[in-house]
């Protein structure tokens, strides 16, 4: 009998070998581990990304965060100072009230040596030219303070570019004569003055118009009128001398003033406000301001009227230079308003005419009133400058009228 052997695998056969090295599972060798390991790379890849993405955002609200609480501490540091500069102003008002609170229990102490020395002569007199002063004078300063007011808010500045001439040489006797039309005496006067410089008039025109506006208006040439009833003569004699200097006045500050001499009255802004609300601002602002200075100029007045003895006035009607230098020194230092200013020179018997002019003349233009009054209106470089110029001028022009007309 014979065995068949069975023939060896060929090389085109596709069965496997028992124990065979080809003999392999699906997703094993060479290029699936490869395969695998890419897909491994790629998976961390984006789980690192994934993590750098979270750490971005984790970042982003942390700055987020640091924002928030940066700019929550500048809201507590601003409600802080808020808070501190309440706490000031409460204090700065408790203080106040303490010191109000000090100064009547004070008062209500020393009552008996306080009656005592105002019931003196002296005190006395004091308290009545003090008070005569502001009285003749605050009405006035009332209504030049409201002019000035409504010439800033309502009166455009190109009205005044029209209404006077371009050449400042011509516009002084022009702005001159228009301080006719204002019934008002020189406390009323400084502040319209500041207001025609702040509106852009030349300071020449503004100037001369400050001085002649409490010498030749309508009320003042009346009262002067009923004051010397049979010198009908010393009304045209005041208003030519009056003008005269304003006028000369005017044109020496456009020939030889400087720019720096004079400044520029100041004003608080009310912009973005109505007319309405921005012209009571305007005269809340020259009523405090100007009537500081009045106060400060009727003192002066009452002290020197009180100190001042009589017989001084008696001495120098004697000789006709002195007594014109002794009536030009007394309007300046009595500061009488230019409404009244004429039944007291009336009352002056023992003076000539001539020096009772100059008594008209120099004290609506220059007393200490007004000069504490431009100080603070205009500066005291020009105050120190222009109330000695303006004193010499107005004695000589009332000299040089009187010689002519009485």
Request: include cysteine; glycine fraction near 8%.
């Given at each position: 009998m014979a065995i068949t052997k069975a023939a060896p695998p060929t090389a085109d056969s596709h069965e496997p070998v028992a124990g065979s090295p080809d003999t392999r599972s699906p997703g094993t060798g060479p290029a699936a581990t490869a395969d695998t390991t890419a897909d491994t790379k790629s998976a961390e890849s984006k789980?690192?990304?994934?993590?750098?993405?979270d750490t971005k955002s984790a970042g982003s609200k942390s700055a987020d965060t640091n924002s928030a609480g940066s700019k929550s501490a500048d809201t507590k540091s601003a409600g802080s100072k808020s808070a501190d500069t309440k706490s000031a102003g409460s204090m700065s008002a408790d203080t106040k009230s303490l010191a109000l609170i000090v100064l009547l229990l004070v008062l209500v102490v020393l009552q008996g040596p306080i009656r005592g020395a105002l019931s003196a002569p002296v005190m006395q007199s004091w308290m009545t030219v003090f008070v005569a002063v502001l009285v003749q004078a605050l009405p006035f300063l009332v209504l030049g303070v409201l002019l000035?007011?409504?010439?800033?808010?309502?009166?455009?500045?190109s009205f005044f570019a029209r209404a006077l001439p371009k050449r400042p040489a011509l516009a002084v006797p022009v702005a001159g004569v228009a301080g006719a039309i204002l019934p008002g005496c020189e406390c009323a006067s400084v502040p319209v003055a500041g207001a025609l410089v702040r509106r852009g008039v030349t300071p020449a025109a503004a100037l001369a118009f400050l001085l002649s506006a409490p010498a030749i208006n309508p009320i003042v040439l009346t009262a002067t009128a009923v004051a010397f009833p049979r010198n009908p003569e010393m009304v045209l004699a005041r208003f030519v001398a009056s003008l005269l200097v304003a006028c000369v006045m005017g044109w020496l500050?456009?020939?030889?003033?400087?720019?720096?001499?004079?400044?520029?009255?100041?004003?608080?802004?009310?912009?973005?406000?109505?007319?309405?609300?921005?012209?009571?601002?305007?005269?809340?602002?020259?009523?405090?301001?100007?009537?500081g200075f009045l106060v400060i100029g009727a003192m002066a007045a009452a002290t020197l009227k009180a100190v001042a003895p009589a017989s001084w006035l008696r001495t120098a009607a004697d000789n006709p230079l002195v007594a014109i230098l002794a009536l030009a020194v007394l309007a300046v230092?009595?500061?009488?308003?230019?409404?009244?200013?004429?039944?007291?020179?009336?009352?002056?018997?023992?003076?000539?005419l001539t020096a009772k002019l100059a008594f008209l003349v120099v004290g609506p233009m220059i007393d200490l009133k007004l000069f504490a009054m431009q100080t603070g209106t205009f500066?005291?470089?020009?105050?120190?400058?222009?109330?000695?110029?303006?004193?010499?001028?107005?004695?000589a022009g009332a000299v040089l009228t009187g010689a002519v007309l009485l």
């Amino acid at each position: 009998m014979a065995i068949t052997k069975a023939a060896p695998p060929t090389a085109d056969s596709h069965e496997p070998v028992a124990g065979s090295p080809d003999t392999r599972s699906p997703g094993t060798g060479p290029a699936a581990t490869a395969d695998t390991t890419a897909d491994t790379k790629s998976a961390e890849s984006k789980s690192a990304g994934s993590n750098s993405a979270d750490t971005k955002s984790a970042g982003s609200k942390s700055a987020d965060t640091n924002s928030a609480g940066s700019k929550s501490a500048d809201t507590k540091s601003a409600g802080s100072k808020s808070a501190d500069t309440k706490s000031a102003g409460s204090m700065s008002a408790d203080t106040k009230s303490l010191a109000l609170i000090v100064l009547l229990l004070v008062l209500v102490v020393l009552q008996g040596p306080i009656r005592g020395a105002l019931s003196a002569p002296v005190m006395q007199s004091w308290m009545t030219v003090f008070v005569a002063v502001l009285v003749q004078a605050l009405p006035f300063l009332v209504l030049g303070v409201l002019l000035s007011a409504a010439i800033a808010v309502f009166v455009p500045a190109s009205f005044f570019a029209r209404a006077l001439p371009k050449r400042p040489a011509l516009a002084v006797p022009v702005a001159g004569v228009a301080g006719a039309i204002l019934p008002g005496c020189e406390c009323a006067s400084v502040p319209v003055a500041g207001a025609l410089v702040r509106r852009g008039v030349t300071p020449a025109a503004a100037l001369a118009f400050l001085l002649s506006a409490p010498a030749i208006n309508p009320i003042v040439l009346t009262a002067t009128a009923v004051a010397f009833p049979r010198n009908p003569e010393m009304v045209l004699a005041r208003f030519v001398a009056s003008l005269l200097v304003a006028c000369v006045m005017g044109w020496l500050w456009q020939r030889l003033g400087r720019t720096d001499w004079l400044r520029p009255p100041e004003r608080p802004h009310h912009e973005g406000q109505g007319k309405g609300a921005a012209f009571w601002g305007s005269v809340r602002h020259d009523v405090m301001h100007a009537g500081g200075f009045l106060v400060i100029g009727a003192m002066a007045a009452a002290t020197l009227k009180a100190v001042a003895p009589a017989s001084w006035l008696r001495t120098a009607a004697d000789n006709p230079l002195v007594a014109i230098l002794a009536l030009a020194v007394l309007a300046v230092l009595l500061s009488i308003c230019s409404e009244a200013d004429a039944f007291v020179a009336a009352s002056l018997t023992q003076f000539s005419l001539t020096a009772k002019l100059a008594f008209l003349v120099v004290g609506p233009m220059i007393d200490l009133k007004l000069f504490a009054m431009q100080t603070g209106t205009f500066g005291r470089g020009f105050a120190l400058r222009f109330a000695p110029a303006t004193f010499v001028l107005a004695i000589a022009g009332a000299v040089l009228t009187g010689a002519v007309l009485l």
